[in-house]
């Protein structure tokens, strides 16, 4: 034998006693390591829990570019980070109240009021269908006396037009993804709500400011007063006709006032200037829980006033002559409104009889 072959068949006996053990040490570890894991599972509850970043680093060796503890962490409530924005929740990069805030308006703000107003609009064109617009019993006579005022008209007509600009953009961004869309498809949806959303947020403090200026104007005639509790009891005469007496607003008329117009009013008012000025520092709770508000308040102002605009309109005879032309005539005002009647002809007596009067004394001077 050659010495290069005894070399050669030599390394060769090396190399497998070499792999001989090392496969036995490696398979010893493994039945180590295999007698240790019961072990380790039976101590683990008594192990301390892991950190975030700890969480975090085995989730990038498991799955890699997950980094869901870390944003499990970051979204715990009222838990503030950092971050080079200084001010209030800037800290907060994850508000978990938001999607609270989305289920719920998107959940029975939408279908619970949606419903409401529906149901107003069903109930309103029942009504017409069976009693039809309300007349006079007595003909027109042809004589008008004032109801209203320029100045009372354009305070109703400045709130009530803002208003309906406000009502019809707030149902299309309620209600316009499950409605309108469908039917005009995403691109001319858009730029309708893009319009909506405009109009709602100038005609906003418009619409306040008409509030308090038909407050100040009318809020001394609708005190309660004669004739009311009457007039509460029989619905105001719409289901049976009965004549009830009132003054110059009735019960109904009063009502709409004092809960839609000064309380609804003020509700949305107030959230909706909280929701128009971010800037006022206020925390996103208070933007959600002003969203919420604002909602619910809008909801059962529209279907009170779909009440209102009946009455004023299609619902009674010569109702919206008075609040487009300032007059009515006299057995309108005698009908619905007696006691205001009796005092305008009281007056016009009194002015008759001094007139008299002072006609008699200049023809005896």
């Given at each position: 034998m050659t010495p290069m072959r005894f070399f050669g068949r030599s390394c060769s006996a090396l190399l497998l006693v070499v792999s001989l053990m090392l496969g036995g040490a490696m398979s010893a570890q493994a039945q180590a390591q295999a007698q240790a894991e019961p072990a380790a599972a039976t101590a683990a509850p008594s192990a301390q829990p892991q950190s975030p970043a700890q969480a975090q680093v085995e989730r990038q060796q498991s799955q890699p570019l997950n980094n869901a503890p870390v944003w499990r962490e970051v979204r715990k409530d009222g838990q503030e980070h950092y971050t080079s924005v200084q001010g209030r929740e800037t800290g907060v990069l994850i508000q978990s109240g938001g999607e609270s805030w989305r289920q719920l308006r998107n959940g029975p703000i939408t279908f619970y009021g949606g419903l409401l107003i529906v149901l107003a609009a069903v109930v309103i064109g029942g009504f017409y269908l069976w009693r039809g617009t309300i007349r006079l019993h007595e003909p027109m006579t042809g004589r008008l006396i004032q109801r209203f005022t320029l100045v009372e008209r354009c305070a109703h007509?400045?709130?009530?037009?803002?208003?309906?600009?406000?009502?019809?953009?707030?149902?299309?961004?309620?209600?316009?993804?499950?409605?309108?869309?469908?039917?005009?498809?995403?691109?001319?949806?858009?730029?309708?709500?893009?319009?909506?959303?405009?109009?709602?947020?100038?005609?906003?403090?418009?619409?306040?400011?008409?509030?308090?200026?038909?407050?100040?104007?009318?809020?001394?005639?609708?005190?309660?007063?004669?004739?009311?509790?009457?007039?509460?009891?029989?619905?105001?005469?719409?289901?049976?006709?009965?004549?009830?007496?009132?003054?110059?607003?009735?019960?109904?008329?009063?009502?709409?006032?004092?809960?839609?117009?000064?309380?609804?009013?003020?509700?949305?008012?107030?959230?909706?200037?909280?929701?128009?000025?971010?800037?006022?520092?206020?925390?996103?709770?208070?933007?959600?829980?002003?969203?919420?508000?604002?909602?619910?308040?809008?909801?059962?102002?529209?279907?009170?006033?779909?009440?209102?605009?009946?009455?004023?309109?299609?619902?009674?005879?010569?109702?919206?002559?008075?609040?487009?032309?300032?007059?009515?005539?006299?057995?309108?005002?005698?009908?619905?409104?007696?006691?205001?009647?009796?005092e305008v002809m009281a007056a016009k007596g009194s002015m008759a009889n001094a007139a008299h009067v002072a006609n008699a004394g200049t023809d005896k001077a």
């Open positions: 007509w400045s709130m009530a037009i803002s208003f309906c600009v406000l009502g019809i953009s707030g149902l299309v961004m309620l209600f316009g993804k499950h409605i309108v869309l469908p039917l005009i498809g995403h691109t001319l949806f858009a730029w309708i709500t893009a319009l909506m959303k405009n109009l709602h947020n100038f005609i906003g403090p418009l619409f306040m400011l008409s509030i308090v200026l038909f407050v100040i104007i009318y809020i001394r005639h609708n005190f309660p007063s004669k004739g009311d509790l009457q007039w509460i009891l029989n619905a105001g005469g719409l289901i049976n006709g009965k004549h009830i007496p009132a003054g110059r607003f009735n019960a109904g008329e009063k009502g709409w006032f004092w809960v839609g117009v000064i309380c609804l009013g003020t509700v949305m008012s107030v959230s909706g200037v909280v929701l128009l000025f971010p800037n006022f520092d206020q925390v996103r709770a208070t933007m959600q829980l002003a969203n919420v508000v604002h909602g619910v308040a809008a909801a059962l102002f529209i279907a009170m006033s779909l009440a209102h605009i009946y009455i004023g309109t299609l619902g009674m005879e010569g109702a919206y002559q008075g609040m487009r032309t300032g007059y009515v005539d006299e057995s309108w005002l005698k009908e619905h409104h007696e006691y205001t009647y009796n």
